[in-house]
């Protein structure tokens, strides 16, 4: 054999070598977790030769969803059954958070057997960077990074794993406190708000996100816009039991938000100051978004008329105060007070694009409560918030 022979032999090795190993070390890590590359400039049309990477019938997912391995698509129905087969499903809207029976496999999408990295048999170190395989927000469509991702700056949020201060957790002075939460070190973690099984959590209620263009599909049902967003009904470590999404679900942390000691805080609609507090599913809202004064009981989902309260309050308001996400929402314009503020004028809730794609849109980001442009997490700033419910002409 010529030394040519053995150069381009040597070649040969090296390059099935590489091959090997690289094949190795991508079933390797499909083994461990699933890592959802999800580019924000991707489009999304479901049916369509250029939509998240595949046609319902065409294109595998793993052309766009790494790792791309022999069989990895087999997965996909798991958590998106809804879009692979065409139907509105209410397992795959749900991920792999529940609806677990003896003829499913959703177990094995965030637990590994054997050799797991992390407790509870689970495929990284801790459960939120379990969680962050798929919401890490890389491109703007997970949990956390969805502003950013969008050229913004996201000026409040919720911090996962690096504190446990809570802002307004005394409830005997209602200044900050300190909580052992279930995240790493006993910090916060997703796992203290959000149940990954689904267990134990608070009734359904109509979001705002908008999570892909499936959601525009005519054909779903309207009742399969409401999800309970797997929020616990004992948020934290509190004893607590919240059944319905709400002023005292925010206040099983903050539980000094509500009045109390020698501090005042704005008035807050809770099981302390009502027998029949409202929540996020049932508020007092205005009944169109032309100006009026008068109020109908229903949804602060995919809506702005919850946000504004006339003055002289409407029958359904009266006895009654704010809920906390009255104040506390998805960065927007709600609309304005008119007629010094005995009838009001809800923006129009628009949502044309998924996570804040659309500038115009109102809510724009639909990250709340993870994120927003705004302080605090208020859904808007300074005066302008105050002004939605408390008119200058009423003020002493």
């Excluded at 079933?27 to 999800?38: G, Q, R, Y």
């Excluded at 779903?220 to 607590?240: E, H, I, Q, V, Y």
Aim: charged residues 15%; hydrophobic residues 35%.
């Amino acid at each position: 054999m010529g030394s040519g022979d053995h150069l381009r032999s040597g070649i040969r090795f090296h390059v099935l070598l590489v091959v090997a190993v690289s094949a190795l070390l991508l079933l390797a890590t499909a083994a461990v977790a699933f890592a959802w590359d999800e580019p924000h400039s991707q489009p999304e049309k479901i049916g369509s030769s250029t939509n998240h990477g595949f046609t319902i019938t065409g294109q595998p997912c793993s052309s766009c969803h790494t790792p791309a391995v022999v069989g990895a698509d087999q997965d996909c129905g798991v958590c998106h059954g809804d879009l692979l087969i065409g139907t509105p499903s209410i397992v795959g809207g749900k991920g792999p958070h529940g609806v677990y029976t003896a003829g499913s496999d959703r177990c094995g999408t965030c637990h590994t057997l054997h050799a797991a990295a992390g407790t509870k048999l689970l495929p990284t170190a801790t459960i939120t960077s379990t969680c962050s395989t798929c919401h890490d927000g890389t491109g703007g469509r997970g949990v956390y990074g969805a502003i950013a991702a969008r050229g913004k700056v996201a000026t409040s949020a919720h911090h996962i794993d690096v504190t446990n201060a809570v802002p307004g957790g005394s409830a005997a002075t209602g200044g900050s406190s300190t909580m052992s939460f279930r995240g790493a070190g006993g910090m916060l973690g997703c796992d203290d708000c959000h149940s990954p099984h689904d267990s134990q959590t608070v009734a359904a209620f109509t979001g705002d996100r908008m999570r892909t263009d499936f959601d525009y599909v005519t054909a779903r049902p309207a009742n399969f816009r409401m999800t309970n967003k797997l929020l616990r009904k004992n948020p934290g470590s509190s004893t607590a039991t919240v059944t319905v999404y709400g002023s005292d679900w925010c206040l099983a942390c903050h539980a000094g938000r509500v009045a109390a000691g020698s501090l005042h805080n704005h008035p807050a609609d809770s099981a302390a100051t009502t027998a029949t507090p409202f929540f996020f599913e049932n508020v007092a809202r205005l009944t169109a978004d032309t100006t009026t004064g008068v109020t109908v009981l229903g949804t602060m989902g995919r809506t702005n008329r919850g946000f504004l309260m006339p003055w002289p309050r409407t029958a359904q308001q009266g006895g009654h105060k704010p809920i906390c996400q009255q104040c506390h929402a998805d960065s927007r314009t709600v609309g304005v007070l008119v007629d010094p503020g005995a009838t009001a004028k809800a923006a129009v809730w628009s949502v044309t694009a998924t996570d804040g794609r659309a500038p115009a849109d109102v809510p724009q980001f639909q990250s709340f409560p993870h994120e927003t442009v705004n302080d605090n997490l208020l859904v808007e700033s300074d005066d302008n918030l105050c002004l939605n419910c408390h008119p200058t002409a009423q003020l002493p």
